[in-house]
């Protein structure tokens, strides 16, 4: 097993993508401590584990909180791996938004990381084998209206994994970060086929298809072992080839159809004497 004998923090356990990495985890016979800020939901993902036969610790910890970030890092005997998953969106054009709601995404997707990074520090320099892994995003480097803060942290975050990967070094402590694409679980993929956006959503990745949170664990997993035993410093897009794409593929749907289609001549006869050709 992959990560047999060593003790991992996920933080954001009780949502989708930190579930599915604690299921990776666990299964690859990793002893699990998980957090979220929902503790209904993260003892229900905690326990739906223990009957599984693993071992999985709850805690509930808001990441924005430095005390609750110390006090569930204090208690911990051990730490091999920290996985900084906790965050989330938030909707709001720069012109309308309030220095509150900056803050507080900030602090949620951000600070979060420095502290769960700061407090695990201590424990994973007396580790054998430390990683860290921390979640930024495919927005991180690119412009989506609404998303200024969350882009912003996410942006950030893949800048303190370096620093982190650099000042870790000597103690052997590996940091990366992972940058999905929309990720979505299969069940909720099912209920949005019919829904015109989704369709529209799921043309825009080469794959054909959204992320699912599996796609991330598994990322995640592969930086977190010793598979990535020289890999540090890295930020590892999960996005099925949408940020690769230049702006014409993603605008220009008829050349996606007909890359799709096997078809590699994508220029007719007729564009090949347009002026606008070559741009």
Request: hydrophobic residues 45%; aromatic residues 6%; charged residues 25%.
């Amino acid at each position: 097993m992959l990560l047999s004998g060593r003790t991992a923090l996920i933080t954001g356990a009780a949502g989708s993508i930190g579930a599915a990495i604690a299921r990776r985890f666990a299964a690859e016979g990793c002893r699990l401590q998980l957090t979220d800020v929902h503790e209904e939901r993260v003892e229900a993902v905690t326990e739906a584990l223990r009957r599984a036969g693993a071992d999985a610790t709850a805690h509930r910890m808001d990441v924005s909180d430095e005390g609750a970030v110390r006090q569930v890092f204090a208690g911990l005997d051990r730490l091999d791996i920290l996985v900084n998953n906790a965050g989330r969106t938030g909707s709001g054009l720069i012109a309308a938004g309030t220095l509150e709601e900056w803050r507080r995404l900030i602090d949620v997707n951000l600070t979060s990381v420095f502290l769960c990074t700061r407090y695990a520090w201590p424990l994973l320099v007396q580790s054998q084998t430390p990683a860290i892994v921390n979640m930024s995003s495919v927005n991180a480097n690119r412009a989506n209206p609404g998303l200024s803060a969350y882009a912003s942290a996410k942006c950030a975050i893949a800048a303190f994994t370096r620093q982190t990967a650099l000042e870790g070094a000597a103690s052997r402590i590996r940091a990366n970060c992972v940058s999905p694409g929309l990720t979505v679980s299969e069940e909720k993929q099912k209920q949005l086929a019919a829904q015109a956006r989704f369709r529209i959503d799921t043309d825009c990745y080469p794959l054909g298809r959204l992320g699912k949170p599996e796609d991330v664990a598994d990322a995640v997993l592969f930086l977190a072992s010793d598979m990535a035993a020289f890999v540090n410093g890295v930020d590892l897009a999960v996005d099925g080839g949408m940020s690769i794409q230049s702006v014409s593929a993603l605008v220009r749907p008829e050349l996606r159809r007909r890359w799709k289609s096997g078809s590699y001549k994508l220029i007719d006869e007729e564009e090949k004497d347009s002026e606008d050709y070559s741009r």
